[in-house]
Structures are given as C-alpha cells and as structure tokens.
T-cell receptor, first 111, second 112 residues
C-alpha cells in the first residue's frame, strides 16, 4: 500500500535558521503531494501542494518540489520564525482518492 | 466561505457507551474524510465518503462507522467505547479525488 515517511523529530532551530524536513513516499500511479501544518489545539491546515512531477508548491516562505525520480517532497524554508513552531505533516492522495499521512515532525523555533 | 465545522468540540464518555460525532463540510465539497489522531499512533485514516457512498476505508474495527447525508454533512459513530478510543477525531472535506483536504478543528473524545 501507499506510505509516507517523514524525517523524525523533534527538530529544534534558532530563529532565522534554514529548515528542511525530509519526506519520501511510496505510491503507485501519480499521487498528489501535500504539506499540512498543525498548531497546538487546532486541526491541520494546508500549507502547500503539488499535483505532478517537478511542480513546486510554495506558501508563506515554505517550498517543496515534487521529485518523482527520488519519490520525495522535502519541505524547506530559508529563515524560520518562532511563529513557525508547529507539527508538519507530509501527505499524499492516490489516484484512487485515498489519503496517507506521515507521522508528523514537530518543529520548535527558539528566539 | 465558512470552514469545516465539527460538533461537539469536546466529549467525555465512559467505556461501553457509544458516541456520534458530526461534521459539516465546506459548502460545495462532496468528499468528507475522518481521521483519528493520537500521540502514539499519529494520524490514522478512518474512512472517506463521497456523495453519500463510502469510497475508502482504513483499518479500524467495525465499531467505527460513518455515513454521509445528501447535503454532504457526515457523522461518525463509535459503539462500545474502549479506553483506547480516546483521541482527537478530525474531519476533512474536499472537492473530490486528488484535491486537497480542509480540516476542521476536531472533536476531542475522552473515554473514562
């Protein structure tokens, strides 16, 4: 079946540091890929998406590129802020419409 | 546009009871999915409904069931509650297969 593997956390960075959270996937066909963010006490919010190979999703300074050759969708941000502290989930939706989420990576940004 | 709403937000039940959770999707969305989130197991997919039909199902026992109404609102039911059912239950709506999902704030269920 489909699977999503995320970099294990927690990740702790200083403000203005560069962020990378690795995500790789296993799926047949051509899934759509997503990053979601969850702040404490809230549901998940869509951060960015990519629906085909080589697409780059971007939002709020975060970026991720759909790499079919390496089955990856790594999340990056050039300069993190304290307000970026949250749990980040990588996810895919298969051609059949089934969603699979990674285990989540907790990011803490210190001032 | 109003977001996904879930009711109730918090619920306390005792073992053996049953519970029904409700989800109202974003207007125009016909797909509704349910997830269970726990610290130990992460985010687990329960099931997905589209136009009143269950289209996908996760690996949960038959005590977990759901349905979707003609207005796309959805309910999930858990019968014979166990302590391990304590979790945050999240509902997400979307336009359909392959489209992004929008999550509600969740229902926090505590089973004592």
């Amino acid at each position: 079946g489909d699977s999503v593997t995320q970099m294990e956390g927690p990740v702790t960075l200083s403000e203005e540091a560069f962020l990378t959270i690795n995500c790789t996937y296993t799926a047949t066909g051509y899934p759509s890929l997503f990053w979601y963010v969850q702040y404490p006490g809230e549901g998940l919010q869509l951060l960015l998406k990519a629906t085909k190979a080589d697409d780059k999703g971007s939002n709020k300074g975060f970026e991720a590129t759909y790499r079919k050759e390496t089955t990856s969708f790594h999340l990056e941000k050039g300069s993190v802020q304290v307000s970026d502290s949250a749990v980040y989930f990588c996810a895919l939706i298969s051609d059949a419409g089934k969603s699979t989420f990674g285990d989540g990576t907790t990011l803490t940004v210190k001032p | 546009k109003a977001g996904v709403t879930q009711t109730p937000r918090y619920l306390i039940k005792t073992r053996g009871q049953q519970v029904t959770l409700s989800c109202s999707p974003i207007s125009g969305h016909r797909s509704v999915s349910w997830y269970q989130q726990t610290p130990g197991q992460g985010l687990q997919f329960l099931f997905e409904y589209f136009s009143e039909t269950q289209r996908n199902k996760g690996n949960f026992p038959g005590r977990f069931s759901g349905r979707q109404f003609s207005n796309s609102r959805s309910e999930m039911n858990v019968s014979t509650l166990e302590l391990g059912d304590s979790a945050l239950y999240l509902c997400a709506s979307g336009r359909g297969a392959g489209y992004e999902q929008y999550f509600g704030p969740g229902t926090r269920l505590t089973v004592t």
